[in-house]
């Protein structure tokens, strides 16, 4: 029991992975519609190219969002508004008026003649809902009693203001009229009040009594029929009867079996991709960040499918798939490239409808088209290229899949393909986002990288450490050209070679390429010391690659270009001299070399720089130097986690001894005849 669970807690890496597919599961499962679906997909002002369209069962036809608006909005400015009487607060204003203020009798008839008419006629509360209408009717509440009546029956205060004024000024002196104006106007207040409470709740029962349903389609009747024009009437049957079929799946997909099938559906797709890298592409497998990648890109395109098909007005085929292989080329190969590629699309078809075999052929052949456009993807210009192949291969496509019908189509039909074509150029700012956040690295970046003008630690190589620059350079043609026959990654490993050595920048005079004159440093050190320095640069390498802001994929070619090999000029010297010296303390760090790309770099890195002490360059010496360093490599196990085999290792040889004759001007001696 202790032993499994000592298992299980070893092999967190692989329940992360598991962990992954899991949530890749949940969440597509989660996004994906019924597998028996009918998505109904039309064009406005467009003839239906379909067969006719017969109503399956009973449904209704409902109004659409903005008749419904337009019905609330007349209810809302034709609503009865409702009041209630309340005198108590005019007729203390009256009463008060007369008791604080000495009038003449003129005054107080004037202002009692005038007080007298407004409590006869009211004085109305005008709310704002109200001003929508000249002559709204209004119900007034009085002893549970609701009467009938017109706003123009009352005064507003405004009015009532008016009122008071005209008839002062009509029988007064203006002197005294203004004054009298004054008092009398404080008295003025409201004695027909608006009841919010009611009117408020009268209004929500008349908006919660429209009725969405305006018609009704029994089964058997025709809905459309082909070639009539998808108008806005058709559009509301058309939109009605999607909306009962997501009812009825809705209620199916709750159903254990539905949901079951999803699970399985998704999960043979996910789990294709999962063996797939597991058993065919380790060095993806083996790392959890390009797992998370891969998947997190699977479920980023079902879940733009799945926004995209709410809308009937936008294609499926306006959806950029061909992103999807794009990426994955750049960072990875095009074998995974594809098969990702084939599973986006297996799973996004389930969104495609009754068209579910045009989307996988369209879709399919455009992937393959985008992946063979960026065999090698060096150029922006490129992209452009790839978008010019995918729209040609989906119309191509997408015309051979409706040959029968072909003089119905128009060139319209293509506008997705379009669209979907000019998509992909967003595919290299997309690379830049994802070489940030997983931590991956581009062939542009790697040509970036390349450039002697434009990065300062290659400046500052050439000119501090030019020997060890011209060695890197001729290591670098000799990995390009190896790794290219072999086949790796020509570019990661030429970039890889260029910075394999810079770690020499710190004391670059103890290395014998860098060294002008006959002084040689060492003289004046123990082995001890002088091994110590040799193998201090692959340090020093590694510190600077990362003050630089290098990538980790090229910090690797700096860890291991001389894996974990003996120093061993100096450590026989200390042999021969009987010091016994502590083999550890002349053994570079490592690791050694677990691609083809970093073991091809060891290999290249040891021919050139041994064939620099050979006395004669010959034929001869050459292949003995080479056959000696690639024993020597595979004698201390530095190549045994590289995938090189011996059919790679044979023809790595003759690339070597071929650069090497070139290098130094050797020619082959013909047999004498």
């Not at 190219?49 to 209810?75: C, G, H, Q, T, W």
């Not at 499926?316 to 490239?337: E, L």
């Amino acid at each position: 029991m202790n032993r499994l669970l000592d298992y299980l807690r070893n092999k967190h890496g692989l329940w992360f992975k598991l962990g992954v597919i899991l949530c890749s599961l949940l969440f597509i499962v989660w996004l994906l519609p019924s597998i028996n679906t009918v998505n109904i997909s039309y064009q406005l002002s467009k003839p239906w190219d379909k067969e006719d369209l017969i109503a399956p069962f009973d449904f209704a036809i409902y109004k659409s969002d903005a008749e419904v608006s337009v019905e609330r909005n007349n209810i809302r400015h034709q609503v009865e508004l409702y009041y209630f009487y309340n005198d108590s607060v005019f007729t203390k204003n009256k009463n008060s008026f007369f008791e604080k203020n000495k009038l003449s009798k003129q005054e107080q008839a004037v202002c009692t003649e005038i007080f007298d008419a407004l409590s006869t006629k009211k004085i109305i509360e005008l709310p704002d809902t109200a001003l929508s209408e000249p002559n709204p009717q209004i119900l007034i509440e009085k002893n549970k009693i609701v009467e009938a009546a017109h706003l123009r029956d009352f005064y507003t205060l405004p009015q009532a203001d008016s009122f008071l004024n005209d008839r002062i000024k009509r029988q007064m002196d203006a002197y005294a009229a203004n004054h009298l104006i004054e008092l009398a106007e404080n008295c003025l207040a409201h004695t027909l009040i608006f009841n919010k409470k009611t009117t408020s709740q009268n209004l929500q029962q008349q908006l919660n009594n429209v009725v969405s349903i305006k018609d009704k389609k029994l089964k058997g009747q025709s809905v459309i029929n082909r070639g009539d024009v998808v108008n806005t009437d058709n559009v509301a049957i058309l939109q009605s009867l999607q909306k009962e079929i997501n009812k009825q799946d809705y209620k199916d997909q709750n159903s254990i079996i539905s949901l079951l099938g999803k699970i399985i559906y998704v999960g043979l797709c996910l789990m294709m991709v999962f063996l797939f890298l597991g058993l065919f592409r380790t060095g993806i497998f083996s790392r959890n960040t390009h797992i998370s990648f891969v998947f997190i890109l699977i479920c980023f395109f079902v879940l733009v499918c799945s926004l995209v098909v709410k809308n009937p007005l936008i294609s499926i085929y306006a959806v950029p798939f061909a992103i999807a292989p794009v990426i994955i080329r750049t960072f990875f190969d095009t074998r995974t490239a594809l098969f990702v590629h084939l599973n986006i699309v297996l799973l996004c078809a389930l969104f495609a409808a009754e068209q579910k075999f045009n989307f996988l052929f369209i879709e399919l052949l455009c992937g393959i088209g985008a992946i063979f456009s960026i065999a090698n993807l060096v150029r922006r210009s490129q992209l452009l290229l790839t978008a010019i192949v995918t729209f040609v291969i989906s119309v191509f496509s997408f015309f051979a899949l409706n040959a029968s019908n072909f003089d119905e189509k128009k060139f319209t039909d293509c506008y997705p393909f379009l669209f979907a074509s000019a998509g992909l150029l967003i595919a290299y700012p997309l690379i830049y986002v994802f070489e940030k956040l997983f931590g991956f690295v581009s062939d542009f970046t790697l040509l970036e990288l390349n450039d002697i003008s434009s990065n300062p630690l290659l400046k500052q190589l050439a000119t501090d450490a030019p020997g060890t620059f011209q060695h890197s350079l001729q290591v670098a043609n000799m990995a390009e050209e190896a790794i290219s026959m072999v086949g790796g990654k020509t570019l990661l490993v030429r970039t890889g070679a260029m910075y394999h050595d810079v770690g020499k920048l710190h004391n670059p005079y103890f290395f014998t390429e860098n060294q002008s004159s006959k002084i040689n440093p060492h003289e004046d050190l123990s082995y001890q010391e002088s091994a110590k320095i040799i193998i201090s640069h692959v340090i020093y390498g590694i510190e600077m690659a990362h003050k630089n802001r290098l990538p980790e994929q090229i910090v690797d070619f700096i860890r291991t270009h001389h894996g974990t090999t003996l120093t061993g000029f100096f450590y026989y010297k200390a042999v021969e001299e009987n010091l016994k010296p502590d083999e550890k303390k002349f053994r570079y760090p490592g690791p050694i070399p677990f691609s083809k790309e970093t073991a091809v770099l060891m290999l290249a890195d040891s021919v050139e720089a041994s064939s620099r002490s050979l006395k004669t360059y010959d034929a001869i010496s050459i292949d003995d130097l080479v056959e000696r360093i690639f024993k020597h490599k595979m004698d201390e196990n530095q190549l045994i986690n590289s995938d090189l085999t011996l059919r790679d290792l044979t023809l790595l040889k003759k690339i070597f001894k071929k650069r090497l004759m070139n290098m130094y001007h050797v020619r082959i001696e013909y047999p004498k005849q």
